[in-house]
């Protein structure tokens, strides 16, 4: 086989089990002999010689972070991380704060592979707050939620029940784009929460639609998956201390547009939890 056509291989395959990203700014020789202390360096690879040194412009902004073993050691642990991250998000006052908060939040490692922070989509003055769970490649790109295949899918739900980007607002629980469309972890979960959390106490809606399993178990403290949670109300309570809002919020766990787009047949049930959506939504007189 050519060397070229074997290079193409590698790379389709490498876009199928989903590393479709660059996360390095040079390329690692992994075959290389590593150097042993106290012994010359071995001469530089062919492709190693004619690499460009790393570019100051190449690093976007949310490229700048330390990797985690270079943080202080007060911000090394998840506790310690998360206080920070409340403490940034109640000194928030608006929306625009938050935003900017997240920007200059440093203890999250996922700030430092994606290429842009996802923060919101839609009207901040609706009355419905949907809830994703993280930025895929097409949101990182363009830095807003839901602009990829299952967004398009989400726009189609949502116009079923005469809703769109101007009568929602939308979010996600990860401002950034896991490398490779991997899951969250619960340690990413729990640093990014608090944000999320005064996201919801500045925007204050009336219903919040938590789209897929991540995204209800988080915000519900739910550990069932979203086929147990799905189709009924749940009470979202995560309004902190000094915090303006009354009573919990009506939340709706439904299914993840990208689970509906491998499971056709499910869309029935996604159906069904879009009407209850739309009867709530009539008996508060809107939307
Ligand atoms: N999936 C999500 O959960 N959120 C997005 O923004 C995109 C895809």
Not at 16 to 29: H, L, Q, T
Not at 62 to 79: E, G, M, Q, R
Request: with cysteine.
């Amino acid at each position: 086989m050519e060397p070229a056509q074997d290079l193409r291989e590698l790379l389709s395959w490498y876009v199928e089990v989903g590393a479709d990203e660059a996360i390095g700014e040079v390329p690692v020789n992994r075959y290389r002999a590593p150097t042993r202390v106290g012994s010359p360096a071995p001469a530089s690879t062919p492709t190693q010689a004619s690499s460009p040194p790393p570019s100051a412009s190449f690093t976007s902004p949310t490229n700048s972070i330390p990797p985690p073993s270079a943080l202080p050691s007060s911000l090394t642990s998840t506790d310690n991380v998360t206080k920070s991250a409340r403490e940034m998000a109640a000194a928030a006052m608006d929306l625009a704060a938050l935003a900017e908060a997240l920007a200059n939040f440093d203890g999250c490692a996922l700030r430092g592979t994606a290429t842009n922070l996802v923060f919101a989509d839609g009207n901040p003055g609706s009355q419905v707050m949907i809830i994703g769970e993280a930025p895929g490649a097409d949101e990182d790109r363009q830095g807003r939620p839901f602009v990829g295949l299952a967004g398009q899918l989400l726009d189609r739900m949502l116009a079923t029940i005469g809703l769109d980007r101007s009568s929602t607002y939308i979010s996600n629980i990860l401002p950034w784009r896991p490398p490779g469309n991997r899951k969250p972890t619960p340690n990413e979960v729990t640093i990014c929460l608090p944000f999320l959390r005064r996201h919801i106490e500045l925007v204050n809606p009336k219903i919040l639609v938590l789209v897929g399993g991540i995204s209800a178990q988080a915000l519900l403290g739910a550990s069932q998956g979203i086929t147990r949670l799905r189709g009924r109300w749940h009470d979202y309570t995560g309004a902190g201390a000094g915090s303006d809002n009354a009573g919990p919020i009506p939340a709706m766990p439904i299914f993840h547009p990208a689970y509906l787009l491998r499971k056709p047949g499910m869309k029935r049930e996604a159906w069904r939890d879009l009407r209850e959506i739309r009867r709530r939504l009539d008996d508060l007189g809107g939307a």
